[in-house]
């Protein structure tokens, strides 16, 4: 019998939730439309220790819920943990980390340059190449409107910060899926 | 904007309908008394809604913004409404209540500081996964925002250390909210709700029905706790079971909230494993059962870590691997898989990675996993339990005085409790405070009865033990109620011994001092190098601090006096406290340093030889 209670073979340690690779993920969490829910969501990343790197929220084709984008680097282990974390808030209705399929993501951005009669045909070209807009004229500068990824986005405030960048916003990535797909969650309404 | 004459030149927004509304609502806060109508208002909804839900036992402290509701408190007899000294002691108290009855508890405060006062309650009731209904009294809406007299944004201080919290302005959203918060206070993973109510929707007329109990969950989609364990999950785990050659169950408080203590016993049974117990674990098995193996972690048992670290398999039942209990993950039970049973999704894989998740409430899954559990055979683990035997004499030896005494004949800690244990027959309810005493409860009073042990785990709440006795005791009158409380946390709530003589609520006070912060002389003696600062404390003399309050006390100072102490504080019929004067340097072994592994206890500790 010594055999049944023999010791388990040489130990190793103990993987660390957490120690994992980290990556880039984007999140999307359908939560209700209601006072102080960005609040709970905000809070508990905070609380958590989660770093995230930007938030995009939105009315959705619901009026009864928002639809939020999520963009933060972690492990797989620490995703789904902020994912299960999330769903014990009781106004989040789904949570989905849609860097797992086939998606598209895109943010918008705003990019005041300066800009003067001499130079503003060639910044214009980087535009046109970017897929941006024009959406302001002023005596020393304009503003860009582009839409596209975030490495999209990265690549023309790039190119164009040779001209000097007054300001810079960006929204954030929003996501969704490719295809037929849609991120299905019940609702008050059912 | 210029001001115009006669338009209320000192409001901002001078003339609006929202001026007029703040002006309004400032001139109720001002005059009180409104003519009393019996219709039904928002505060008869919060009566209406206790009553429904079983919780007649409420503690609170009123204010000027929940006075609408003590105005009508008198037209319900069957609510018992206990006047505590702190609002502090009102959230304990219901969570005492809560953890003994296995009922929701309820406090309640007015704005501002009666709220944030109960905020350290409900952090604590939030750690430990209990079903509170907190509820306070908000400034009159149209207020809100304002910095009014007793106003703070409690929804927002409260948010991060509840279950769910809301911000009630119209009565009509009452009858739902309070549905939803008792709902959702004692489903799923229980915890503690926060509802706080604007004056004037408690002084409001409302006609709102209160939901039905479909109702209520078909309002909460977000909220749908699994609680079957997943067939596939429940056929990996029970393979697992049955191979398994050193296999150990890690009961946790989750086996008491889904009230498994007899298919915890069962399953131990059937597949003949040891069980240990976290700190909120205790109770969930008859310590005298001979496969419970006993109290682990930080300052656990020598021999259950062992054979904690040595097992194959670890069968956790409704615990979250907490840090007191791990110690370091990276060494923590190299050689075993483990099987996780949780109704919270995020507890598995939070602390350490689990081969075998199984997400449900205990009780059900236990059900469902027993028939595809092998059943063992005794002499099958022959072997392991004669070495379990052996490793448990070796460190009960170790740790233990049976004889009363400590160094220089001084009383022993654990010496008291274990005869408490023994003379209220193991049946008494036994609350902890934080601290030494709290370890000391844990290891030595020997419990047999589930809910018979109260302790704050999870927060570490000092002054806890008193107040949360107070609610126990209310919780099961039944059984008699002891707080065992070192001098320290008593001396943070102390003020409800006048609660327990106004109320006549018949707690039993244990006060274990040793003129000591226990537990911080404990490490600064270990861990920094001797080096005390702050560990010596001044404490009154307690037997004329009973006296003032009116609770006979007895004092011990000598083993040979311990017993007749107990007898004759459990002959009081309302409160009573013992005063042990015990030793001034014992330490609570074996003890696990902060950042260590589970097999770096230390047992001794030179000149304060155990």
């Known amino acids: 019998m010594s055999d049944e209670a023999a010791r388990p073979a040489a130990p190793v340690a103990r993987y660390v939730p957490g120690s994992g690779t980290q990556r880039r993920h984007v999140l999307v969490a359908i939560v209700n439309n209601r006072t102080g829910v960005l609040n709970r969501v905000a809070s508990l990343m905070r609380a958590r220790n989660f770093n995230v790197e930007a938030l995009a929220v939105g009315h959705t084709e619901d009026p009864a819920v928002s639809r939020m984008t999520i963009t933060l680097r972690g492990d797989d282990h620490g995703l789904e943990q902020l994912s299960k974390q999330l769903y014990r808030l009781i106004d989040v209705l789904k949570v989905q980390d849609v860097t797992q399929e086939r998606h598209l993501e895109h943010e918008l951005a705003l990019i005041k340059v300066r800009a003067s009669a001499a130079n503003r045909s060639e910044i214009l070209k980087i535009v046109e190449l970017y897929k941006g807009r024009v959406v302001d004229i002023a005596a020393e500068s304009i503003i860009i409107e582009a839409t596209g990824t975030e490495e999209e986005i990265d690549a023309l405030v790039a190119l164009v910060g040779g001209f000097g960048i007054k300001e810079l916003v960006r929204t954030g990535s929003i996501a969704m899926q490719r295809g037929s797909n849609v991120i299905e969650y019940e609702g008050v309404n059912g | ?610």
């Open chain 2, 1 to 610: 904007m210029t001001d115009r004459p006669g338009s209320g030149r000192h409001l901002p927004g001078g003339g609006s309908a929202a001026a007029a509304a703040v002006d309004a609502a400032r001139a109720v806060m001002l005059h009180e008394a409104k003519p009393r109508g019996r219709t039904r208002i928002g505060a008869d909804v919060v009566c209406e809604a206790l009553l429904r839900e079983g919780s007649d036992v409420l503690f609170g402290y009123p204010g000027g913004v929940v006075l609408p509701l003590y105005d009508v408190l008198g037209d319900y007899p069957a609510l018992r409404h206990v006047l505590v000294r702190h609002e502090q002691g009102a959230a304990h108290a219901a969570d005492g209540f809560a953890r003994a009855s296995g009922r929701v508890g309820v406090c309640l405060g007015t704005s501002g500081p009666g709220a944030t006062n109960l905020v350290t309650g409900l952090a604590t009731a939030q750690l430990d996964s209990i079903p509170v209904v907190a509820i306070t009294g908000n400034v009159v809406s149209a207020l809100l925002g304002k910095d009014a007299f007793q106003e703070i944004d409690i929804t927002g201080i409260t948010l991060p250390m509840t279950k769910h919290n809301y911000l009630v302005r119209d009565a009509d959203e009452l009858p739902g909210v309070l549905a939803e918060a008792f709902h959702l206070a004692r489903s799923g993973r229980p915890g503690p709700v926060h509802v706080d109510i604007t004056k004037d929707a408690l002084q409001q007329e409302t006609r709102a029905p209160h939901p039905s109990q479909a109702a209520v969950v078909a309002r909460l989609p977000g909220f749908r706790p699994t609680l079957e364990g997943h067939p596939k999950q429940l056929r990996v785990a029970a393979r697992a079971i049955s191979e398994a050659r050193r296999p150990v169950i890690l009961a946790g408080h989750g086996v008491l909230l889904a009230r498994a203590w007899d298919e915890l016993r069962q399953l131990a049974e059937r597949a003949q494993v040891p069980v240990a117990h976290t700190l909120l674990g205790v109770g969930a098995m008859d310590e005298t059962h001979p496969l419970s193996y006993g109290f682990m972690g930080m300052h656990g048992w020598k021999h259950v870590n062992r054979a904690i670290q040595a097992a194959d398999l670890l069968i956790a039942l409704g615990m979250r691997f907490d840090d007191r209990v791990t110690g370091k993950v990276s060494t923590y039970a190299t050689g075993a898989r483990i099987v996780h049973v949780d109704i919270d999704p995020s507890e598995i894989g939070k602390n350490v990675a689990v081969d075998v998740p199984v997400v449900g409430d205990v009780g059900r899954v236990l059900r469902s996993l027993l028939p595809l559990v092998r059943e063992v055979p005794p002499a099958e683990r022959a072997a392991y339990f004669a070495e379990l035997a052996e490793w448990r004499r070796e460190s009960e030896a170790s740790s233990w005085h049976g004889s009363g005494a400590w160094r220089d004949g001084l009383l022993s800690a654990d010496y008291v409790v274990s005869r408490i244990g023994e003379l209220t027959g193991h049946d008494a309810t036994l609350v902890a405070d934080v601290g030494q005493n709290q370890m000391w409860l844990a290891r030595y009073a020997g419990f047999r009865r589930p809910d018979s042990h109260l302790s704050s785990g999870g927060l570490g709440t000092m002054g806890y033990g008193m107040p949360a006795a107070m609610g126990a005791a209310l919780g099961r009158p039944d059984k008699a109620t002891w707080a065992i409380v070192g001098d320290g946390g008593f001396q943070m709530t102390l003020q409800e011994l006048a609660t327990l003589v106004q109320d006549r609520i018949p707690v039993r006070i244990a006060l274990f001092d040793n003129k000591k912060l226990g537990m911080i002389r404990q490490w600064q003696e270990i861990i920094y190098a001797g080096n005390y600062h702050s560990a010596s404390l001044l404490g009154p003399d307690y037997l004329k601090l009973c006296e003032a309050y009116g609770i006979p006390a007895w004092k011990a100072t000598r083993p040979d006096q311990v017993d007749a102490a107990i007898a004759a504080a459990q002959a009081v019929e309302g409160p009573a406290l013992v005063w042990f004067e015990i030793a001034e340097e014992q330490n609570v072994f074996p003890m696990m340093p902060a950042g260590q592994g589970l097999s770096d206890l230390i047992e001794k500790w030179e000149g304060a030889a155990e």
